[in-house]
């Protein structure tokens, strides 16, 4: 009996999978993946809940989510683009000083 | 009966993928990975009655962003991830402190200057949110089955799109206007 | 397991099987078409009028050897291959080819002749299409050359540039057809204005069936949009690396991917099944008639026409086609609030 507890827990791991890859790694483009499954078990949690209160908002706040993410995306991997062409590096802490 | 399995069999895929997601050190086979979580998650959300959620997702998410991250990870041929193994093997060594000053020639290099200390403090964080969020998502209200859904149609989504949620909508695409000026202003090679 | 169960299991695998002798058919049916085009005579030397050459090249390039660069990702260089051709034959299963049909009494409830039946089909359609871009960018990506390379970036840039008009001109058809499935929308096109002209879409929405054939046409990577595959600047593209079976599956993806657009086109634009003369159970003739008019047709401008030069390709599919989709699907939706068709 698959309850919407099931749902929110699957979500629940997804969220904090994606929080420890953008602890843990040292690579801008993985972590902007991880962004992004946080974002995906934000998605899961509000189809959920759309689901359990019988209402079709939960659909349409994914469909305002996901327009955000690639938004988001867009923006955060042409940052990616200017980073790397200015150190050659994809490691976050390459970029710990403010000097050029 | 079925449904019931088939929420399992979603659910083990989006995890495992996610989990190889942030384990794997070529950033491509992320992309991948992450594609087939993508996948597993439109399964649930079929599941959780919502098919025209799982096909946007498809659209959007598994076939439009993350092109979008795999074209990025093509065009900078992204390096891998520099452990403490490869750097010894080139010969470049991690500097002795943590907190001292880069010089000009250190920075230029990539070295994980975070060593194994701060990334174990950061996954036992993500644990302690895993385990507040379990507690906090699965108390407090009537736990119990689904009801009998309002099935809501495409029409009825596309009908409270353009009522209610319509100022929202407007927004969003100045905001995706505004944030493909951006992208291409910022990834633009400066002119010499 | 019930008949119905049982005759839909059939009907899956004879969907399946039907998609690859149509790879084969097309085979023949381009070589013999572009040398009537070009006034010679084609393949005739295998089997009687050369009706045997596709099971010749099916031989050959079963027994070639199966080459793969040492430079080359193992994992990726094996994995796309598989994705173009299951992304080609996943896309036809929503497709409906034919009315309700009861196979001669067998099944009392009426088998659906169409693999899945979802109410979202148009756009999983399209969802699959966009999923067929990895195919494509892996196969470049993952043989570590540089042609390939070249031919997958701008094949995929290519294919998600066309993927927004191909996405307007459905979008057009769902605003008359309010419906987002595709048996709904042949339904719609049952009967005939004035007694003799049928109630096809095309009437109705002229651009819009212009729009989505040449979208479609740039989606499937043929000419006159096929420059990433052209033989003379980029030796074979995403697939030089590739030999034998890997070669035989992307060949297959193209032409199968040929039949989904065709067939997709089919049943919005030309009233799928629906036909004089011959009975409702009859209609998956007429179906296949109109496909097979459609595949002509694309194998008509793919011997015709030159191959636009990648710029101009790229420019042609935002500065063009893109403003025709949108301002189409304005008028539609004006046409629909205020006139009511």
């Not at chain 1, 200017?82 to 050029?100: A, C, E, I, V, Y």
């Not at chain 3, 097309?26 to 084609?42: F, I, N, P």
């Amino acid at each position: 009996m698959v309850t919407i507890d099931h749902y929110l827990v699957l979500s629940a791991v997804l969220f904090a999978i994606g929080t420890a890859g953008v602890f843990v790694r040292r690579n801008l483009i993985t972590i902007l993946l991880s962004i992004e499954i946080m974002l995906n078990a934000v998605n899961l949690s509000f189809v959920a809940f759309g689901r359990a209160l019988g209402s079709g908002d939960g659909q349409l706040i994914v469909f305002f989510v996901m327009t955000v993410a690639a938004a988001e995306a867009a923006v955060g991997l042409a940052i990616v683009i200017g980073l790397f062409r200015h150190r050659q590096s994809l490691n976050p802490d390459s970029f710990m000083t403010l000097k050029w | 009966m079925g449904s019931e399995t088939l929420f399992y069999v979603f659910g083990t895929i989006a995890i495992a993928s996610s989990l190889m997601v942030i384990g794997q050190r070529n950033p491509v086979y992320s992309v991948l990975l992450l594609i087939a979580s993508f996948g597993a998650l439109s399964g649930l959300y079929v599941l959780l009655d919502a098919p025209f959620v799982a096909v946007i997702q498809i659209i959007v998410y598994a076939g439009a962003i993350m092109v979008l991250f795999l074209f990025v990870v093509m065009l900078l041929n992204a390096p891998h991830e520099d452990t403490e193994e490869d750097l010894a093997r080139l010969g470049i060594e991690p500097p002795a402190s943590s907190d001292g000053q880069l010089d000009a020639n250190q920075a230029a290099i990539v070295y994980p200057r975070i060593g194994r200390g701060p990334a174990r403090f950061g996954m036992v964080l993500a644990l302690g949110l895993l385990v507040e969020l379990w507690w906090a998502l699965t108390k407090g209200h009537e736990t119990g089955a689904f009801g009998t859904a309002a099935v809501s149609s495409v029409a009825a989504l596309g009908r409270s799109l353009y009522s209610d949620y319509a100022f929202a909508f407007e927004v969003t695409s100045v905001l995706i206007l505004v944030a493909m000026v951006g992208a291409v202003l910022i990834a633009r090679r400066e002119p010499r | 397991m019930t008949p119905l169960l049982i005759a839909q299991i059939v009907l899956t695998l004879f969907v399946f099987v039907t998609l690859l002798s149509s790879a084969a058919v097309m085979v023949y049916v381009e070589r013999k078409v572009a040398a009537m085009l070009q006034q010679r005579l084609g393949p005739y030397l295998v089997g009687p009028k050369g009706l045997l050459q596709p099971l010749a090249d099916v031989v050959k390039l079963l027994f070639k050897e199966e080459l793969r660069p040492r430079a080359a990702d193992a994992w990726l260089f094996g994995l796309a291959p598989v994705i173009s051709a299951a992304c080609a034959f996943a896309a036809f299963a929503v497709v409906p080819f034919g009315a309700d049909t009861t196979l001669f009494g067998l099944i009392p409830e009426g088998l659906r002749l169409q693999v899945a039946d979802v109410n979202v089909a148009i756009l999983v359609v399209f969802a699959i299409a966009s999923m067929s871009v990895y195919g494509i960018v892996l196969a470049g990506w993952s043989s570590n050359s540089k042609y390939s390379l070249l031919g997958a970036l701008r094949s995929s840039a290519q294919m998600i540039s066309y993927e927004l008009s191909y996405g307007l001109a459905l979008a057009s058809v769902l605003v008359i057809a309010n419906s987002l499935s595709l048996t709904d929308i042949v339904n719609r096109q049952d009967g005939s204005w004035l007694g003799f002209i049928p109630r096809w879409l095309v009437f109705v929405q002229p651009i819009g069936f212009v729009v989505y054939m040449i979208a479609g046409i740039a989606e499937t990577n043929r000419a006159p949009f096929d420059f990433p595959e052209a033989e003379q600047e980029l030796v074979a593209g995403y697939h030089t690396e590739y030999s034998s079976m890997s070669f035989a599956m992307f060949f297959l993806a193209e032409y199968i991917n040929m039949v989904t657009v065709s067939a997709v086109a089919t049943d919005l634009f030309l009233g799928g099944w629906h036909g004089p003369l011959l009975p409702e159970s009859l209609g998956w003739i007429w179906f296949l008639i109109k496909v097979a008019a459609i595949l002509f047709f694309y194998v008509w401008m793919r011997w015709t026409l030159p191959r636009y030069r990648y710029d101009q390709l790229m420019r042609f599919g935002w500065k063009v086609l893109l403003p025709i989709a949108v301002v189409n699907l304005l008028v539609t939706a004006a046409g629909v609030l205020y006139v009511g068709i």
